[in-house]
């Protein structure tokens, strides 16, 4: 956002450069008086001359309002109106030295609310927001940032719910490329049959049912952006040998294409499972291995940052506080105490979930253990229970599952990827059993 202020102001407090018209050929039918003067051109040498012979720009611009060119040797930002079939050039900017990055994120942010939004959106977490001063912590907080500034792909390791997600938002929202697209895909929820053409993109006719105009994947989509690749262990085998070639060439080809499009993206992948051990299992390709493991950042499990569970929790309650209306200040001593013996298998996501259950039950301002037991519905589910002649424990727990399963699509409203977070398991796990058990 600095970066736009910056070059909104450098356009306030730029002059008039002058301005020149074209007919619906594109040929100079009109060049203003100021413009021959700060582009030391005579006039009578260019009416009539194509606009490709005044600019050099690409012509993806075309249907731009805002236009980066280089116009007799000089960088431009131009205004570009439409009049009855003419279009009148405005000079708005001529800086030689001006940062073309600079020039382009602001041309994408004023061509559209949609690029707009995206800025918005991908501003949405920086470091300050990754709560934990824990020596571990701090000390992976400052790596992210160094690398952030790069444009090396990054691999995120950690247990599940440490904040792999939250961290690759931050290294975005930290790098020159924080107001172009965040796109994250994650492998393991989409469907491997549908993978190629979500993340590739497809042609117009590539197959059946293919939309006619063909459609960009989740790869051009991240153009000058990151792209996030969640769970890339669950990337399918196919894919990764075209992935491959977008890491090594920065190009990719459409599905049913016959040209490859360069594509200018930063990699950053995550993954909760030891991809080595994959590799050496043959379901994870070596060379892509090799390609993401640049820079391996690894986040520390919960248990590793005990400090840091206090602070994180308080950090929650403020969080629900603002969200349920709540006056919650303090967490007594016993609660205290057990939240630091815990164990936290889930880590951070575990936490803020029994906080959220905590604060949705608790009454008055102090969160004590009574808040955080399960609630009443489950309670009276556990004593009906009791009186059904027990099954073999094979079956008892498939019943326990099919529970679990069931409760947490509903309490999710049949999000799969938000279910899976609450069982704190993996999506292609929850996949996995979901058709096991045939659950709708
Ligand atoms: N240090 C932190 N400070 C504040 N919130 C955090 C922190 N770490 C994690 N969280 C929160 O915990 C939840 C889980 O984090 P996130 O989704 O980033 O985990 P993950 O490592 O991607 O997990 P998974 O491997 O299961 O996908 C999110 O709601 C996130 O906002
Ligand atoms: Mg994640």
Same mark, same amino acid.
């Given at each position: 956002?600095?970066?736009?202020?910056?070059?909104?102001?450098?356009?306030? &407090?730029?002059?008039?450069?002058?301005?020149?018209?074209?007919?619906?050929?594109?040929?100079?039918?009109?060049?203003? $008086?100021?413009?021959?003067?700060?582009?030391?051109?005579?006039?009578?040498?260019?009416?009539?001359?194509?606009?490709?012979?005044?600019?050099?720009?690409?012509?993806?611009?075309?249907?731009?309002?805002?236009?980066?060119?280089?116009?007799?040797?000089?960088?431009?930002?131009?205004?570009?109106?439409?009049?009855?079939?003419?279009?009148?050039?405005?000079?708005?900017?001529?800086?030689?030295?001006?940062?073309?990055?600079?020039?382009?994120?602001?041309?994408?942010? =004023?061509?559209?609310?949609?690029?707009?939004?995206?800025?918005?959106?991908?501003?949405?977490?920086?470091?300050?927001?990754? =709560?934990?001063?824990?020596? =571990?912590?701090?000390?992976?907080?400052?790596?992210?940032?160094?690398?952030?500034?790069?444009?090396?792909?990054?691999?995120?390791?950690?247990?599940? %719910?440490?904040?792999?997600?939250?961290?690759?938002?931050?290294?975005?929202?930290?790098?020159?490329?924080?107001?172009?697209?965040?796109?994250?895909?994650?492998?393991?929820?989409?469907?491997?049959?549908?993978?190629?053409?979500?993340?590739?993109?497809?042609?117009?006719?590539?197959?059946? %049912?293919?939309?006619?105009?063909?459609?960009?994947?989740?790869?051009?989509?991240?153009?000058?952006?990151?792209?996030?690749?969640?769970?890339?262990?669950?990337?399918?085998?196919?894919?990764?040998?075209?992935?491959?070639?977008?890491?090594?060439?920065?190009?990719?080809?459409?599905?049913?294409?016959? %040209?490859?499009?360069?594509?200018?993206?930063?990699? =950053? /992948?995550?993954?909760?499972?030891?991809?080595?051990? $994959?590799?050496?299992?043959?379901?994870?390709?070596?060379?892509?291995?090799?390609?993401?493991?640049?820079?391996?950042?690894?986040?520390?499990?919960?248990?590793?940052?005990?400090?840091?569970?206090?602070?994180?929790?308080?950090?929650?309650?403020?969080?629900?506080?603002?969200?349920? %209306?709540?006056?919650?200040?303090?967490?007594?001593?016993?609660?205290?105490?057990?939240?630091?013996?815990?164990?936290?298998?889930?880590?951070?996501?575990?936490?803020?979930?029994?906080?959220?259950?905590?604060?949705?039950?608790?009454?008055?301002?102090?969160?004590?253990?009574?808040?955080?037991?399960?609630?009443?519905?489950?309670?009276?589910?556990?004593?009906?229970?009791?009186?059904?002649?027990?099954?073999?424990?094979?079956?008892?727990?498939?019943?326990?599952?099919?529970?679990?399963?069931?409760?947490?699509?509903?309490? /999710?409203?049949?999000?799969?990827?938000?279910?899976?977070?609450?069982?704190?398991? &993996?999506?292609?796990?929850?996949?996995?059993?979901?058709?096991?058990?045939?659950?709708?």
């Amino acid at each position: 956002m600095i970066e736009m202020e910056k070059t909104l102001n450098l356009i306030e &407090h730029s002059g008039d450069w002058g301005s020149f018209t074209t007919d619906v050929s594109g040929k100079l039918i009109d060049v203003s $008086l100021d413009f021959c003067e700060h582009f030391s051109i005579d006039k009578r040498d260019w009416l009539g001359v194509s606009i490709h012979d005044v600019i050099q720009g690409s012509p993806g611009q075309k249907q731009k309002r805002v236009i980066f060119a280089t116009l007799f040797g000089y960088s431009c930002l131009l205004r570009v109106t439409n009049k009855d079939h003419q279009k009148l050039y405005r000079v708005i900017l001529r800086q030689e030295d001006l940062d073309h990055h600079e020039i382009l994120s602001f041309m994408n942010a =004023v061509d559209g609310e949609k690029m707009k939004k995206k800025i918005v959106k991908s501003n949405r977490y920086s470091f300050d927001e990754i =709560v934990g001063e824990s020596p =571990v912590i701090t000390h992976i907080k400052e790596l992210a940032a160094r690398i952030a500034a790069s444009n090396s792909t990054v691999l995120l390791t950690g247990e599940s %719910g440490t904040g792999k997600e939250l961290f690759a938002q931050a290294i975005h929202g930290l790098s020159t490329r924080k107001n172009h697209p965040f796109v994250a895909v994650n492998c393991a929820a989409i469907p491997e049959e549908l993978f190629e053409s979500e993340v590739f993109g497809y042609e117009g006719g590539a197959f059946s %049912g293919a939309k006619k105009e063909g459609k960009p994947g989740k790869i051009e989509l991240a153009q000058h952006g990151t792209l996030f690749l969640d769970e890339i262990s669950e990337l399918p085998y196919q894919a990764q040998g075209k992935f491959l070639r977008v890491l090594q060439e920065r190009e990719v080809e459409r599905l049913g294409g016959t %040209g490859c499009k360069n594509v200018d993206i930063r990699i =950053v /992948a995550a993954t909760n499972r030891d991809l080595k051990t $994959l590799v050496q299992e043959g379901k994870f390709r070596q060379d892509l291995f090799y390609r993401l493991y640049v820079f391996d950042l690894k986040i520390p499990s919960l248990r590793q940052r005990k400090e840091d569970i206090l602070p994180l929790a308080y950090y929650f309650i403020q969080y629900f506080n603002d969200r349920l %209306g709540r006056d919650v200040k303090k967490i007594d001593a016993t609660l205290q105490e057990w939240l630091l013996s815990q164990d936290w298998p889930g880590n951070v996501r575990e936490l803020k979930a029994l906080i959220e259950r905590g604060m949705n039950i608790v009454d008055g301002n102090v969160l004590s253990m009574d808040a955080l037991y399960i609630s009443p519905s489950h309670y009276t589910n556990q004593l009906e229970k009791e009186h059904e002649p027990l099954h073999s424990l094979e079956e008892e727990v498939r019943k326990a599952e099919i529970n679990a399963i069931q409760r947490a699509l509903e309490e /999710a409203d049949g999000d799969r990827t938000k279910a899976a977070q609450k069982l704190n398991i &993996h999506i292609a796990s929850l996949y996995r059993k979901i058709a096991k058990y045939k659950l709708k």
